[in-house]
């Protein structure tokens, strides 16, 4: 079990221009999520997966953010015409599917849109 | 639409002392779960304890244990013998059990400082 990784872990962008992270969930758990976290805030929900099927998008996640989760095992989050508001820590968490659900973390991207 | 509300945005205990971090959440359904994560500077979430709804008993897990009351819809966590490396920004969560409903709600974080 290596854990929840993301990459990159930084990542510093231009108003304007696209952005992608990768997340690789346990490799055993079927249930990957996205969530993004500002300062001073709890992490807020921005989407889920359950295997390949993208089964739940929050309104946060406007048109300008894409995920996929190919052959549902890596993850990637695209954000297109990046805003300064963008700038935040990107967590990607994982679970398997049955009780008690509890998600295992990554280690987060954090974005800054200059 | 569930809500989680944790009210001190900072707490520090000494170290060896007891401290209590609390959380309240709203909810209309009977049965969910709960969790403590903590997040350490610069490091990921690691999850220190977790409750089912269901369990009339606190859980416990070392030196961390909970005081659940369902009715009060209070979920504080109490932490014992504390150490410097319990230093980091703690979050209460709830999960809905609701088929199709699988993400976390967090409230705020609690920063929580150890004095040596």
């Known amino acids: 079990d290596t854990g929840v990784s993301q990459d990159p872990r930084h990542k510093i962008t231009k108003r304007g221009q696209n952005v992608t992270f990768r997340c690789d969930p346990i490799s055993e758990h079927n249930r990957l999520y996205w969530y993004r976290q500002t300062l001073g805030q709890g992490p807020e929900f921005l989407t889920y997966f359950q295997n390949e099927a993208q089964l739940e998008k929050s309104r946060l996640l406007s048109d300008r953010f894409s995920a996929e989760r190919p052959k549902g095992s890596f993850s990637t989050l695209e954000i297109q015409r990046t805003e300064q508001g963008d700038s935040a820590m990107y967590l990607c968490?994982?679970?398997?599917?049955?009780?008690?659900?509890?998600?295992?973390f990554g280690p987060g991207t954090r974005l800054t849109v200059t | 639409a569930q809500t989680v509300t944790q009210s001190q945005p900072e707490m520090s205990v000494q170290e060896a002392e007891t401290v209590t971090l609390s959380c309240t959440y709203d909810?209309?359904?009977?049965?969910?779960?709960l969790f403590w994560y903590k997040q350490p500077p610069s490091r990921q979430m690691i999850l220190v304890i977790r409750q089912e709804a269901y369990k009339q008993q606190n859980a416990t897990e070392n030196r961390f244990s909970v005081n659940f009351q369902k009715a009060a819809k209070s979920f504080s966590l109490k932490i014992s013998d504390s150490q410097l490396g319990d230093a980091a920004m703690y979050f209460c969560?709830?999960?809905?059990?609701?088929?199709?409903?699988?993400?976390?709600?967090f409230g705020t974080g609690t920063r929580l400082k150890v004095l040596a």
């Open positions: 968490a994982s679970s398997l599917r049955d009780p008690p659900y509890e998600q295992y």
């Open positions: 969560a709830y999960r809905s059990p609701t088929s199709g409903t699988y993400k976390y709600i």
């Open positions: 909810t209309s359904e009977s049965d969910y779960y």
